[in-house]
C-alpha cells in the first residue's frame, strides 16, 4: 500500500508534501512522489530541477520514509500522472495541495485538484499552503 | 554629403509616426521570435511576406529591419538563461553568457548583450552606410561574367564553407536550384519540370516555398519531437552593469564589431564565425583567463557584439549587389522581387529613397532594441513557457493563410504541404536549410546571367571569363573547393603541428553543427531518446531521482 503525493514547487506543493510524509509515517506506508511536466513547453517552472529533487529524496532517506520519486513527462496532464500512479502503485491515499482559482481562470485553465478529486478511486487529502 | 543628405531624407521616412510603428512592431517581434528556438528571423519575414503585400513597401522593409536585428537580440537572452541558443549567431554566447548566469550575473550577461549587441548594431550600420555606396560604383561596373561568377561564388562559400557537411550542403543546392527551375523557360518558352502540370507553368511562389521549409518543415519537426524533458531557467532582475563590466566589456565590443562586419559583408560570412573568432581571441587578450569557462563577461561581450556586426555586414550584399547570404536575407530580396523592385546595383538608383529608409530605419531599430530589451528581458524570457503545440498551431495556421493568399489557389496549398515534407526531411536528415532558399532565388537570378553572358559571346563558353573580375573570383571559387582536400593533405604531412592547432579549426566545426541544429531544429537529435529512455522508465516504475539529472546533463552537453 502507498501514498501518492503530487509535488509542485510551490507552497501549495510543499505543504502537501509536508503533510504527506506526516501521514506515510504514520501508516508506515510507501511515498509516490509526482512531479510531472506536459513537457511541451521549453521551460516549466513546475517541473522540478535535479538539485532541489536530490534535496527533497535527502530529507526522505532522513526522515526514513520508503519512497518512490517519479517525474513523468508524457504529454499527459498533472491530474492523470497523479490519478496513473494511484492506480499502479495501489494508493490508499492521494495527497495534493490546493489553490484559491478565479471562476474565470478555473473555467479557461479546469482544475487539477478537482479533476484528482472526482476521479479518484481512494480518498483525497487535499492540503492547503500554510497549513 | 550625397550620402549624408540620403540619410537624413531616409529618416524623415522612417520617423514618421506610421513607420515607426512599424519598426516598433518588427523589433518586437523579432526579439520574441529570437528567444524562441526553432523560429527564427527568416520564417517570421516569410510569414509576413503575404500580410507585407498590402502595405507600403518602405513600411513593410522597414518592419522586416527590425525582426532581422531583433531576432539578433532576443537569442542572446535564450542563450544566457537556458543554455539553449535562441539563434545559431548566439551558441557562442552561450557558453559564458549561461556560466555567468548559473554564477548569479544574469544580469551582467543581458546587459553586455543588448548594450553590445546596440553598439556594434550601430557602428555596423554607419560602415554599411558607408561601404555600401563604394561596393554600389564598384558593381554597376560589373558586367554579367563577374555577377555570374560573384553568385556562383557565394552559392559554393555558402554551401561548403558553412554547413557541417559538404555533401548535405550541396544535396540542399541541388534541390534548391531544381526547385528554382520549375516553371517556363523565359528565353525559350519551354516548360521545365512542369510534369504536365498546367498550374506549375508559372513557376512555385517563393512564398509558398519559404513558408513550407521554414514554417511546415519546422512545425512537422517539433511535433515529431514534441516531449522533452523542461530546462530551468534562470531568474534574472533588470539587466545592468557595474563599473568594472563596463572596463572590461568596452573593448571586447570593438573588437567583435571588428570580425563581425566583414564577416556579414563577405559572399560567405554568415554570423556564426565571426562569434567563434571573438570568443577565442577574447580568451587569448583576457586579463582574467583563468575566468573563462566559468563565466567571463568578455566572452558574452564580444560574440554578441560580432553576431550584430555580421547582421549589419549582411545587408551589404544584399542591398548592393541583391546577394544575400543568410536565410533572412534571402527572404528579404524575396520581398523585393515581390514589390516589383529589381535588386542589384541599380537598387540604390531605383528606389533611393526606400533603401535609404530601411538603412535609417536599421539605426532606429537598433536603439528601440535596447529600449524594449534590457528593462524587459526577464519578461522576454516569460516566452519560453508557451507551450509549443499552441505556438505551432499558430504558425501552420499563417502559413497556410499565407500560401493560398498569394494566388487564392488550392494547389498552392499541395505545394506548401509537399515542400513542407520536404522540409521536415531535410531536418530529420541533417541538410541544412539555407542553401535551399539561396538555391531557389539566386538560381533563377544566375542562370539569367548565363545566359546573358552566352548570349552576348554569341554561345561561346570562353565569354565566362571574358572580365578580369570574373577570372579572380574563379580562382577563389577555386580555392574555396580545393582549401578542404589542401587543409587534409598538409594535416597529413604534418600531424604534430595540427594537433594543437586542431581543437580551434575543429571547434567551430562542432559548434556550428549544434548551431544549425537548435536553430532549425530545437529538440535535438538527442533529446527524443532521452525523452524515450525517460518513457521506458516511467512505465517500468524504475525511475529514480537520478534519471532527471541524467537527462539534464545531456541537454547541457548538447548544446555547448
Redesign the interface.
Known amino acids: 500500500m502507498s501514498i501518492v503525493v503530487g509535488y509542485v514547487p510551490t507552497a501549495e506543493g510543499a505543504a502537501a508534501l509536508d503533510r504527506a510524509i506526516i501521514e506515510a509515517q504514520r501508516n508506515q506506508s510507501r511515498l509516490v512522489i509526482i512531479n510531472s511536466s506536459r513537457g511541451d513547453a521549453l521551460v516549466d517552472k513546475r517541473y522540478v530541477p535535479a538539485e532541489d529533487l536530490a534535496a527533497v529524496t535527502e530529507r526522505l532517506e532522513r526522515e526514513g520514509v520508503e519512497h518512490l520519486v517519479l517525474q513523468p513527462v508524457r504529454g499527459h496532464d498533472a491530474a492523470n500522472e497523479v490519478l496513473d500512479a494511484a492506480e499502479k502503485y495501489r494508493a490508499d491515499l492521494i495527497v495534493i495541495g490546493l489553490r484559491k482559482r478565479t471562476p474565470v481562470g478555473k473555467l479557461i485553465m479546469g482544475s487539477t485538484a478537482q479533476q484528482i478529486l472526482l476521479e479518484a478511486s481512494c480518498p483525497v487529502l487535499a492540503v492547503k499552503a500554510g497549513t | 554629403m550625397d550620402i549624408l543628405s540620403s540619410l537624413m531624407d531616409g529618416f524623415a521616412t522612417a520617423l514618421t509616426p506610421m513607420n515607426l510603428l512599424y519598426a516598433l512592431i518588427g523589433v518586437i517581434l523579432g526579439t520574441a521570435v529570437g528567444v524562441?528556438?526553432g523560429i527564427g528571423p527568416a520564417m517570421t519575414v516569410a510569414l509576413l511576406l503575404p500580410v507585407a503585400t498590402v502595405l507600403e513597401p518602405t513600411s513593410a522593409f522597414i518592419m522586416f529591419a527590425g525582426i532581422y536585428y531583433g531576432g539578433m537580440y532576443g537569442g542572446s537572452t535564450t542563450s544566457i538563461l537556458?543554455n539553449?541558443p535562441g539563434e545559431s549567431s548566439s551558441v557562442i554566447t552561450a557558453i559564458e553568457g549561461n556560466r555567468m548566469a548559473k554564477a548569479g550575473r544574469a544580469a551582467q550577461a543581458l546587459a553586455t548583450a543588448a548594450i553590445g549587441s546596440f553598439v556594434a548594431g550601430t557602428i555596423g550600420t554607419t560602415l554599411l552606410v558607408v561601404f555600401t555606396p563604394i561596393v554600389v560604383d564598384f558593381a554597376v561596373s560589373l558586367g554579367s561574367p563577374s555577377y555570374f561568377a560573384i553568385m556562383i561564388l557565394a552559392l559554393l562559400a555558402v554551401t561548403a564553407v558553412l554547413g557541417e557537411s559538404r555533401l548535405r550542403g550541396f544535396a540542399s543546392l541541388g534541390l534548391g536550384l531544381a526547385i528554382g527551375l520549375v516553371g517556363i523557360d523565359s528565353v525559350t518558352g519551354q516548360r521545365r519540370l512542369t510534369f504536365g502540370q498546367p498550374l506549375l507553368a508559372d513557376g512555385l511562389d517563393i512564398v509558398v516555398i519559404a513558408v513550407a521549409i521554414f514554417a511546415v518543415g519546422e512545425a512537422l519537426w517539433v511535433a515529431a519531437h514534441?516531449?522533452?524533458?523542461?530546462?530551468?531557467?534562470i531568474p534574472v532582475g533588470r539587466p545592468w552593469m557595474g563599473k568594472q563590466d563596463w572596463k572590461r566589456s568596452w573593448k571586447p565590443w570593438l573588437r567583435g564589431t571588428a570580425y563581425g562586419f566583414p564577416f556579414g559583408a563577405l559572399p560567405a560570412g554568415g554570423a556564426e564565425i565571426p562569434t567563434f573568432l571573438s570568443y577565442v581571441t577574447e580568451k587569448r587578450l583576457s586579463k582574467h583567463p583563468e575566468e573563462f569557462g566559468k563565466g567571463a563577461i568578455e566572452g558574452v561581450a564580444g560574440p554578441e557584439a560580432a553576431n550584430n556586426a555580421a547582421a549589419a555586414g549582411t545587408l551589404t550584399p544584399m542591398l548592393a549587389l541583391g546577394l544575400p547570404t543568410n536565410a533572412t536575407a534571402a527572404v528579404m530580396l524575396a520581398a523585393f522581387v515581390q514589390f516589383g523592385i529589381q535588386p542589384g546595383p541599380l537598387l540604390f538608383e531605383n528606389e533611393g529613397p526606400l533603401v535609404w529608409a530601411l538603412i535609417a530605419s536599421l539605426f532606429i531599430g537598433n536603439t528601440l532594441l535596447l529600449l524594449v530589451n534590457l528593462p524587459l528581458a526577464p519578461l522576454w524570457?516569460k516566452l519560453?513557457?508557451?507551450?509549443?503545440?499552441y505556438l505551432y498551431a499558430g504558425i501552420l495556421f499563417f502559413a497556410t493563410l499565407g500560401a493560398y493568399s498569394v494566388n487564392l489557389q488550392a494547389f498552392d496549398l499541395v505545394i506548401l504541404l509537399v515542400l513542407g515534407a520536404l522540409g521536415f526531411m531535410m531536418r530529420r536528415f541533417g541538410l541544412p536549410v539555407l542553401p535551399l532558399i539561396l538555391g531557389v532565388i539566386l538560381g533563377p537570378r544566375v542562370e539569367g546571367q548565363l545566359r546573358k553572358t552566352l548570349q552576348l559571346s554569341a554561345g561561346d563558353v570562353s565569354g565566362l571569363w571574358s572580365e578580369p573580375i570574373a577570372i579572380v573570383v574563379y580562382i577563389i571559387v577555386a580555392l574555396v573547393l580545393v582549401w578542404p582536400l589542401l587543409f587534409k593533405a598538409w594535416r597529413r604531412a604534418r600531424p604534430t603541428r595540427v594537433a594543437a592547432a586542431g581543437p580551434v579549426t575543429g571547434g567551430p566545426v562542432g559548434d556550428r553543427s549544434t548551431a544549425d541544429r537548435s536553430a532549425a531544429e530545437?529538440p535535438s537529435v538527442d533529446s527524443p531518446t532521452a525523452?524515450r529512455h525517460?518513457?521506458a522508465d516511467?512505465s517500468d516504475?524504475q525511475?529514480?531521482?537520478d534519471?532527471?539529472?541524467v537527462t539534464?546533463v545531456n541537454h547541457g552537453q548538447e548544446k555547448q
Open positions: 524562441l528556438p537556458l539553449t514534441l516531449r522533452r524533458t523542461p530546462l530551468q531557467i524570457a519560453l513557457r508557451l507551450p509549443r503545440p530545437s525523452t525517460r518513457q516511467v516504475g525511475e529514480n531521482a534519471a532527471p539529472k539534464h
